[in-house]
Every structure is written in structure tokens, then in C-alpha cells.
């Protein structure tokens, strides 16, 4: 089989690449791969009454399949470049911002439209954040919802069946540099060939992506990783703030290390949701657009970022221990009171059901001072507090905080202004990269380099 391009991952980055490719040439063949599901078939086996935690199957529903990680996700497109990845650096700040309202644009034609757009522009929180140490970051957010994002991403599908060709459950085992010029994709012993391939595999594929760049001798360097709580309240502690910015991106530098400790993910009225890459249980969280479907509970993740230097390289390796003794100890995710946390005590089932703060998660209840290293448990309680001052009841005794969270990175491979490996030809883009960290910004890098593709492919047959 010959494509004119293969995509590798049908995630937000795989799926606004094709898109893309077909707005701008609509006779081009293309194909995509994809590790998990059909949209429609995604089912995470957690019902909460047989199953009630992660099971750990070969292919997470959640994180693969069309639609990749951001598929049952709250749908928060964040416009900026203040966060979310670094898209800028290669492509310019403004052509960054441009390819994210374009994305949004798309959304909006899909389904999205309604839904609404919060902005940080001129807000009062601004202030009052800066008066407690506290930074808020500028962004506009699309808040589509679990819900309409599914819609959206449905409507995509119904757009693109017909005109592209997609392999679900078909992993990608290797992908060879073909001599003279194109790329050939194995999979489940037989191959396609393609002039240009995209490789869009997110967090799910980073492991996958390590033996590429390593077979392929793509340079890479090893990335950040992020490490923490997500912590859940009563949605009306943080109304004021969620009802007009719905998601708040705040920094605070602790008193005790210097260390920047951000929220991240907030989601007014959520869920908290078990996570499960590569196998190690993590918590995050989502939220729907539907009254109907929300609870009466905001949870947002606290996160510090450790950077590791010589000669500890493997910053993801460091995370998954410390999240692998998160699930030796709790049996997946573990769930704590702040009031226990700072007690020195262990949470109970007790204890929890006693509280004012109902779990949404059906989390272990433990102690997270076993589990998180001391300096980013000092950090996360210091903004804890620091948080209080600007949504009292922050600190309260009940607030459940479940951990661990991380934000593994994959390591960032070394692509050029066109997000072009060393290979002419060949793509890495999305959460894969490591350059994104998004869904605006994974989906605006797969709107670029469509462009770029098709723009050289109508150069060539001039
Ligand atoms: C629960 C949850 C909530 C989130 N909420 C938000 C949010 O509100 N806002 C936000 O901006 N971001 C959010 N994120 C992050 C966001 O989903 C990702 O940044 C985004 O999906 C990255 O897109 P991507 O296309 O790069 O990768 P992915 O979405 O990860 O897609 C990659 C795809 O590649 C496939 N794949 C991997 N390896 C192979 C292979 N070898 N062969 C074939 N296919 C392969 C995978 O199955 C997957 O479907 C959330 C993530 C999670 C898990």
C-alpha cells in the first residue's frame, strides 16, 4: 500500500493533521494508525460497581483510540502561549496563537459552537492573586466539556471516514527510512509506505517514540517532569473564580525551597478520574458542559516540576517510581483529608465518609507523606495556604487531596521551524514531540505541518 502521507496516532495532533491535509488537497491519499478504538468503542471497564478501579488493560480506553488522551477530557482549549507547550519556540508566538484560534474556529463548526470562551483580560483575580503572592496567567479558554467534545471529535470522524483511510487497533510496531525518499510503517507483520509521515503518539506513545529516535538516531533531550496532588473541594470555595475564568492558572513560589508550585486542570463541578500510562495509575480529572451531569465538587491538580541535571537523565523514570509507590501502597490512586495530611495521620474510610467533601473518585484512602518526596509536599501545602486567601475554605480540614498526579513529558525530540526530524519528510508533532502539552496546541501542530506538507507537495508536481 502507498499513501501520499501516513499519520501515526488519531489523537487532537493526528486528526487536525488530516483534516488539514484534506482542506488543502483533497486528492491526497492518506492513512492513519491507531493504536486504540473507534471512537464509539472506547469503553474504560470501570463502572464503579463491578470494577471499581483501573484494571490496567493492554490499551487504556482513555488514552487511546480517536480522539487520543483528549477524547473524554473536560475539552479546556487553552488560546495562549503562556502554557500548554512550547509551540512557539519553532513556530513564533503569533503564528502559534493564529493556528490555536483556527483550531477553536473548527471546533466551533463541529458542534462546539455555544459553548463559551473565558478570558483573564482585565479580571480583578488579577490583582487580588498578585496581593497574595500568587500569579495568574493570561489565557482564553474554550470550555467545550467531556460532552461536547465527544461531539465534536464525532463529527470530525463522520468528515474524514470517507476520505482517509484509518487502521484502529493497529499499532505501529516500527517505522524504517526508506533509501531515496519516503517512510515505510509496519504493523502487524505487513507494511505501508508513505512519502511524508506524521507522528503524532502522544503520552501513550512515548515509550514507542524513545525506540524511534533511537533507531533512527534522532537526537533527544530528556524532558521535565511534573509531580503532585489534585485536590478536590466543594465547587462553591472556587465559584467566584471558575464562574469567570473557569480556568485559573496560577503560580505561587514557596517561602521554603523557592520552588514554583502551579494549579493545572481545573475543572468547576468535576470529576476525578483515574489515569493509566504505561500501566502506573495516576489521578486527573474532567468535568461535563451538561448541568446534568456535574457534581457539586471542583478539583484542580497541584504541581511542582522537578528538573533534574547531570548526570540523572531519566525524569520520567523518577515520576513513575514515585507514582508506581502510589499503587504499590494504595492499589491505584490514594485519597487523603488535607486535615490528616497536616496531622501527620492517615486517612480512613472513616474519616472520609465523615467529611463535608463526598469522593468522586473511588480512591484509596492513605497517607501521601509516604509517597511524595518531603520538598514538594512542603510546596503544595505552603500553596495550599496561599490559596486560601483568595478562595477561603481552600485549607479546610476536608478537602480531599488524591495523589499522585503527574505530568510525564516525553522527551523532546529535536525537530527544526517546520517541526521536520533530520529526515525530510518525516513529522514528530502533538504531546509526542514533547514540544506540546495541549490540546490547542497538539491540534494547532498538526494544522501546521498539514500546511507545510501539502504547500510542498503542490510545489513538487508544479
Ligand atoms: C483525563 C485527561 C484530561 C485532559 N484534559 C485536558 C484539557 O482539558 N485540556 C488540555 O489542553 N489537555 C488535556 N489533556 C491533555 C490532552 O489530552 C493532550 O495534551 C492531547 O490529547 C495531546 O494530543 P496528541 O494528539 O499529541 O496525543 P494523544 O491525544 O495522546 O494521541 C496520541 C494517539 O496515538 C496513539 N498511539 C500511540 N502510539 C501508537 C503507535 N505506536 N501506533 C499507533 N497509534 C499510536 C494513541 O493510542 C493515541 O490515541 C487531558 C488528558 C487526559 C488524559
Sequence with gaps: MNYDVIIIGAGPGGIFSAYELLQKDSSLSIAVFEAGSPLEKRRCPI??????????CKTCAIMSGFGGAG????????ITNDFGGTLYEHIGKAAALELMHYVDSINLSHGGEGTKLYSTAGTRFKKLCLQNKLNLLNASVRHLGTDVNYVVLGHLYDELKDRVNFFFNTPVDS???LNGSGFRVHYKDTFAD???????VGRSGSKWMEQVCRRLDIPTKSNRVDLGVRVEL???IFSHLTDELYESKIVYRTEKFEDNVRTFCMNPNG?????NTNGIVTANGHSYDSPSMQTENTNFALLVS????????DSNGYGESIARLSNMLGGGVIVQRFGDLVRGRRSTVTRIEEGLVRPTLAATPGDLSLVLPKRILDGIIEMIYALDKIAPGTANDDTLLYGVEVKFYNMEVEIDENLQTRYDGLYVIGDGSGVTHSLSHASASGVYVARHIADGLARRSE
Aim: hydrophobic content about 35%.
Design 306 to 313: 522537578k528538573h533534574f541535571s547531570d548526570p540523572f537523565k
Design 71 to 78: 477524547a473524554f477530557s473536560d475539552g479546556k482549549y487553552n
Design 47 to 56: 463502572d464503579g460497581k463491578k470494577i471499581k478501579t483501573c484494571i490496567k
Design 234 to 236: 466543594p465547587a462553591v
Design 271 to 275: 470529576f476525578v478520574v483515574n489515569e
Design 194 to 200: 508513505c512519502r511524508k509521515c506524521i507522528v503524532s
Design 175 to 177: 517505522l524504517d527510512v
